[in-house]
């Protein structure tokens, strides 16, 4: 009787926390604030995590820049001071050229398409890649469809763009399509409300829900729905801890950053119909059909550049030009 109380019991807690045999707990950077969607993804991670392992993994999300901006992050995530970032694919490029691949200006028709692309095996390729700068890979969330605003005037072509002082991630394709388009692009870290405000800058381009979430629509008369470039986020692990982690907490946790990345992509989307609205109601106004095809052009020969001269990364882009077409 009673070794089948003790076997009960045995049974009980295992199964509460059927994952882990350990009680830890991870941190997490992002570089944005509350309402943002690398923040949408962190916390329903988190939220998945210690649901999942029944409160016996936590995680601790560090927002607003609080750890740095994101190449800083970046840093430490390969330091494995902290354990987890989600973070836009602009700056990985420093860390690895592979990542440009993403960001190839035009290069998704669509969200759909680049959900089949990045969950595909093409994108599994740039995952992979990270582990040899000590990044693991756990998959892809988004910032969405990237648009230019600006303070100076309506922008329909790209003879409109000429001599923009434009803010630019810190990536160097970033810097090289605003040159491309005949933009003057400084290259600046993560938040840049005060540089848009006192004119050191005329303009950037990042997702509607940015324009939203940092108030843009204070300091930015015009916006342009280029969707130049779909923004993934990355949403990866520091590689050295990750290989500490026995199988069923890796499990865990890749499934749940996946879960988070699904459901804050859906979220996004879902949105931006209203986010466009409301962006006109703050008195933006909006180009909604610029000359795309006289954009294109001003950047079709970018595959030639040197960015993209490393072979790996060269026959990345060509295939994945290829299966988008
Ligand atoms: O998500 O630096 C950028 O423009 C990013 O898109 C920013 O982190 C907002």
């Known amino acids: 009787m009673k070794y089948f109380f003790y076997c009960i019991l045995a049974v009980a807690v295992l199964s509460l926390a059927p994952h882990t ?153 970033h810097k090289a399509i605003w040159q491309a388009l005949g933009a003057n692009p400084t290259p600046m870290p993560w938040p840049i409300y005060t540089e848009l405000e006192q004119g050191v800058i005329d303009g950037q381009e990042n997702p509607l829900w940015v324009m939203e979430v940092y108030k843009f629509y204070e300091i930015q008369k015009h916006m342009t729905l280029t969707r130049h470039v779909y923004s993934a986020h990355i949403d990866v692990a520091s590689l050295n801890w990750w290989n500490s982690l026995d199988s069923d907490t890796q499990e865990l946790l890749q499934k749940s ?31 909604e059909t610029p000359d795309i095809g006289a954009l294109r052009e001003k950047v079709s020969s970018l595959k030639e550049i040197e960015l993209f001269s490393d072979p790996k990364v060269q026959s990345l882009l060509t295939r994945t030009l290829e299966a988008t077409r």
Do not use: W
């Not at 200006?105 to 990045?118: G, N, R, T, V």
């Not at 989307?269 to 008195?283: D, V, Y």
């Open 257 to 287: 950053m996946y879960d988070a990345a699904k459901f804050q992509r859906a979220d996004n989307r879902a949105k931006n119909a209203q986010r466009l609205e409301m962006l006109k109601q703050k008195g933006m106004k909006v180009v």
């Open 21 to 173: 045999s350990l009680a830890f707990t991870m941190k997490l950077g992002v570089v944005t604030k509350p309402g943002s969607a690398q923040n949408i993804v962190a916390e329903k991670f988190k939220e998945l995590v210690e649901q999942r392992s029944n409160g016996a993994l936590s995680v601790k999300i560090f927002h607003s820049a609080s750890l740095g901006n994101e190449t800083e992050i970046l840093q430490q995530i390969q330091l494995g001071t902290i354990q987890l970032g989600i973070i836009t694919s602009g700056p990985f490029d420093s860390f690895d050229p592979i990542v440009r691949v993403i960001d190839y200006p035009f290069l998704f028709k669509d969200s759909q398409q680049a959900d089949e692309i990045l969950d595909g095996p093409l994108g599994q390729e740039i995952l992979t890649s990270l582990e040899s700068s000590g990044f693991k890979g756990l998959c892809f969330s988004e910032n969405g469809f990237r648009n230019l605003t600006n303070s100076r005037k309506p922008v329909n072509s790209p003879n409109d763009i000429d001599g923009l002082k434009i803010r630019v991630m810190s990536s160097a394709l």
